[in-house]
Each structure stands twice: as C-alpha cells, then as structure tokens.
C-alpha cells in the first residue's frame, strides 16, 4: 500500500454548469479503516445528475459536500480490509463512497453484492440500484402504471429513464413515449428499448410533438427534468392523471430562481396526483424489485445501458457531460481493473 | 302561474374579472316541466367562485356556460310540479338549476333534502352541499390529515375554507393557521373558528408571515387559490406533506398565462405529494361525511355561515363579490320566500 491514493475533491460550490473547475485532483495516503470501517477498492462510481444538487449550497438532503471534501459519490469496489465477520477481503460491496481510487465504507453503510451468477458487477451499476428501484417503485406504486395508460418519461435515455422506459414496456401499458435529446438517443429508444414514440425535445415545440404523440392526453408522466416539459405535459394530463416527480434536472444547473410552471393548475383540474419520492423509502422492498428485474434480464427483456468513462481523472468531465446529455444510460467511472466478476 | 319568471341569462363571457355587466336580467313564462322534469320555486341559489370558471372558454368541466344562455347554478327549492312518485308538491329539493325564480331539474338529477329535525334549509347549502364534501373528503382523504400536522388552509374565511378550518379543528391537528384577506375576517377565523393563527395575505409579505406561524414547516396545505400562496407554501413544505389542490381562485379572473410556480420541485426534494380532487367523487360517501358534520353541528362543534344576499337581482353582484373578498362563508341568494323549515 505504498502507492498514494488517487481522489477528487471538491474545489468550488458551481454557479450555474458544474465542470472540470469545480474539482481539484489530490493525492494521499490509502487511508487507514477507523473502528466498524471497510477499506475498499473502488471499481465502479456513479456519477448521477443528483451529485450536482449536492453541491449546491442550499441542497437539503445528501452527503455533506462543501468546498475542501472528498467529492461523495456511490461506489462498487473489493473489500481490502475489513474488521468484520459479514465481509472478507475479496468480497465484492457497494456503498456511499467517494470520488477516489480507495475509500473507506462504514459496515454499517456497506451492502454486499450478491454474486448471481451471469450477473457482471456492472449490471449492479444499473439494473440493480439506487436508481433501479427509484425507476421501478416510481412507475409501479407512485405512477400505479395500468396497462391502459398513455405513459411519458422525460431524460429517457437518462440512467432512471432508461430503466422506467423498459419497466413500463415490460409492466404493459397502452402507449409509452419517451423524450429525450437528439436523434440518436430517440432512434435508440424506439428501436433498442421499446417506446412507441420518441420525442426529441431540442428539435421542436414539445408541446406540438405530445399533441402528435399522445393525441387523447397523458395518464401517467415520469418525470425527471422538471421545467418547460414538465409544464407542456401538465397542459395535457387526462383526469386522475399521475406524475411521479423522480428529479428535475433542468434545474440543477441554475443558479437563481427555478422556471415557473403555470400548469399546476391542471392537477385541480383533471383530478390529477404529483407526488415526489425517494428510492430510500423503497429499500425495505429493494428483494421484490430485483427479482423482477433479474426474471426480466435472463428472459432477455430488459437491459443494463451504461455509458463506461475509462479512469477516475475523468470524472467531473463525466458529471459535466450528463448535463449536456453526452451519456447514454447509466454513467459509470471505471477507476480500478475488474476482478473475474465484472466483465461485461 | 301568470306571474312572469324572471332569471339571469349570460350576455357576455368576462375578460379578467367577472362583473354584473356580463349578464342579463330577462323574463319569461314560469317553464313549463319536460317529460322527467320537476318545476321548482328557487328558494336559495347557491354563489360560488367555480361559476366564473365555468363562463371561461376553455373550460374543461361544469354545465354549459355560453352568451345567450341562462346561468347555471345550484339550487335550493320547492317542488311545484312532479312527474314522479319520488317526489311530491311541496317537498324540499336541490340541484343543478340557473340563476332564476323558478327552473326545472331532471328527477334524475334532484336530491331530496333530507328532513333532521333543528336543520334548517340555510344548513344544506353549506354544512350539507358539495362544499361540504369537498372540505370533507379534500382535508380527511386526500390531505389523510393527521394530528400532528401543522396545517395551512388558504381562502380560509369562504365557503369551503371555512369547512375545512372548522373540519381539522375538530379532527384534530397540531396547528392550524388559515389565510384570509382583511383583518376583521382574521378575527374572524381566529376567534369564532378556533384557528390558531390567522395572516391577512393583503398585509404583508406571506412568506414572512407563514415562517413566523408554521416555523417547522408545513405538513398539509388546504389549496383553494393557486399562485403567490401556492407557492410560498410549497417553498416551506416538510417532508411527507400533503396538499389537497381544491381550487386555484387566484386565476379564475385572468384572461391571459397563470402565474408561474416557482417551487414545484420542492415535491421531489420533499418526498411530497400534490392531489387535484372533485367532490363528485366521494357522493357516494356523503352520508358518512353528513353523519360526522351533523354529529358536530348539534354538540356545537360546526357552524354553518352563509353570506346571505337578498333578491335575486342581486345575483352578479354576489358573484363578482366574491373575487374582491366580500363574503365571509358561503354566498348563497336568497330568491324566494323560506318556507317552515327555511327559518335560519
């Protein structure tokens, strides 16, 4: 362990984009496990939109991330060491680390992978996390998805939407339109994920191409943007109408005051629900999801998309580009080489 | 039946705010029932912000509303002619009518008013109407209110604010603070319905106001206006809140774009949820919430508190009153005589 560990702090709070600026590359020791801490490896990091609202200043919810810190982000690496008897150096865990090449987790915060086998660990990244149980309780209990419903999902080709769209396929439903930025991304949602219809929100009026998509209105809307989308799907939801408010992107990046919706008076009108929510709260039932997803993988309905970025040195540039839309699915830094477990 | 029936027809559909100018004072012969049909002298009419609504041109629910036809509104009245066993001269019914002296209602769509002993017909158009059941159901089932909540009630001194004020006291809650416009109507809300506070919205800055009354934050916001309030409310929610999305008063008179919502995330970051709701919904449970409501009134826990404006000619009036916050409960028009049971 004489080699020095490899880590992103945290440099500035970011006024508006966050980009490369906003961290400083640092160098330290491997660190030492304190009493009940793991030493890990880290393998995978997330690098999700939310990491951008925990920088800001009045965030109310996620890791403390004030300016001088370790950047924090969700890991997936190799227990190095451990002072406890549920893990063993070698065994592969998850939990809420840092932006770095090693890092201690808590074992009181460290979850396990389970080795299934034909899983990889990459597929842990996607299919069966966090963002895997926000994208399926958020469609299945907040949405209540019926088979008869018009369904929307906003950041489509995002890590949650990308999973909402293939849940809602799987799940069944009358008409499922995904919107997203840029041709390819749609191209890929019709062809490769199932939606019927894909709007590319950059190339026109939205509210035009949801009138052209959904001509009888929207019954259920999975939102993760927020903003002007959120307020054309709003002018045209169907009565009892449900959004489930899963993030709102558009705003991370804004400095000041967030766009006004003007529709909101729409959920009077149409008797509609929004109702925002937490994978946190969904934990308890995280088995019931992920024996779902996993039927679904090995009967070759769903997939894991990850956009894999090569090395830890490029991960504020990977935060960066999620919010010009460069990622498809899940973005993923690999920072250290994968054990027999996490080829692809 | 030679007397002519005199009635309000629409002249015109308003631009911004309603006025007496918007409608015509006309005569015809006392109508002549169709087959089905009740003939009905008006005794109470009821006056209600939704009405302005339904004059918009873009309204998506409520009767039809255009220039040249005669205005439609609750009703409260004697049945003069029946066709139907059901009902029977003489009897006591409400529904769906117009703002005239005598109208006529399809059996199918008139309810007899029920006859309990020391409740008199004023009674029915507040403590027993729709509005009853929008506050009922609004703050028990879709707020789910709670005795620990702190709850927020915005138009608190109207028809329906002023159930729902009333309702959470007595359900129970932790603290109830209602919003009204004036100072008397605060006294009002404070002294007779046992708010704990009361912010006159026309006094000051809301925000302000609402950090000193809910310094914890809010947990069940009463919407009836939309706007400014909705959002300086949901600027302050905790987690878990509920809002019931009741109404949107504050738009009902703009001609052009609502005012934006700047703080609609905040039901994401608070794992909250915002519900549009009809009282149509819950007909089918009025007797349990009629049965609570008349339990209340005679331990005298619920008042009923009407507006009462003398003379149908009044009617526009008492309408266009209601946007510059002139009643204090329901507006309801006194249209003829009050027969045995009308005595207040």
């Known amino acids: 362990m004489s080699s020095p560990n490899r880590f992103w702090r945290i440099a500035s709070r970011p006024t508006g984009e966050v980009s490369a600026a906003n961290f400083a590359w640092s160098e330290a020791p491997v660190p030492a496990p304190g009493a009940g801490e793991l030493l890990v490896r880290v393998i995978y990091l997330s690098i999700d939109p939310v990491q951008r609202y925990w920088l800001s200043p009045d965030a109310t919810f996620g890791p403390p991330a004030a300016p001088g810190m370790p950047m924090p982000g969700r890991v997936w690496g190799v227990v190095e060491k451990s002072p406890d008897s549920r893990f063993r150096a070698g065994d592969l865990v998850a939990g809420p680390g840092t932006w770095s090449q090693w890092c201690t987790l808590p074992v009181a915060m460290a979850e396990p992978v389970p080795d299934w086998p034909g899983i990889p660990l990459l597929a842990h990244t996607s299919l069966f996390s966090m963002q895997a149980l926000t994208a399926y309780f958020g469609t299945l209990e907040i949405a209540q998805l019926r088979k008869t419903d018009t369904v929307v999902v906003s950041a489509a080709a995002g890590a949650v939407g990308s999973l909402v769209v293939q849940i809602a396929r799987n799940h069944g439903c009358a008409r499922l339109v995904a919107i997203a930025g840029g041709a390819d991304k749609c191209r890929w949602l019709r062809e490769k994920l199932g939606a019927d219809h ?147």
Chains 1, 2 share one sequence.
């Not at 989308?229 to 109408?241: N, W």
């Not at 779902?292 to 998309?305: D, K, P, S």
Request: hydrophobic share 40%; charged share 20%; glycine share 10%.
């Open 198 to 344: 894909a709007i590319d929100y950059k190339a026109g009026d939205i509210g035009a191409a949801l009138d052209a998509a959904c001509p009888d209105g929207i019954d259920v809307y999975y939102d993760n943007v927020g903003g002007a989308i959120l307020d054309a799907v709003l002018a045209r939801i169907r009565p009892h109408a449900r959004i489930a408010c899963g993030g709102f992107i558009s705003h991370y990046n804004e400095a000041g005051h967030a766009q006004g919706i003007h529709n909101f008076s729409m959920l009077a009108l149409k008797q509609a629900r929004a109702e925002g929510f937490s994978c946190f709260e969904y934990v308890h039932r995280a088995d019931e999801a992920f024996a779902t997803l996993r039927r679904w993988f090995e009967e070759g309905r769903i997939g894991y998309h990850t956009h894999l970025v090569d090395g830890l040195e490029r991960a504020p540039d990977a935060l960066a580009g999620i919010f010009r839309g460069s990622n498809l699915g899940k973005t993923v830094v690999q920072v250290s080489a994968p054990d027999r477990r996490t080829a692809p």
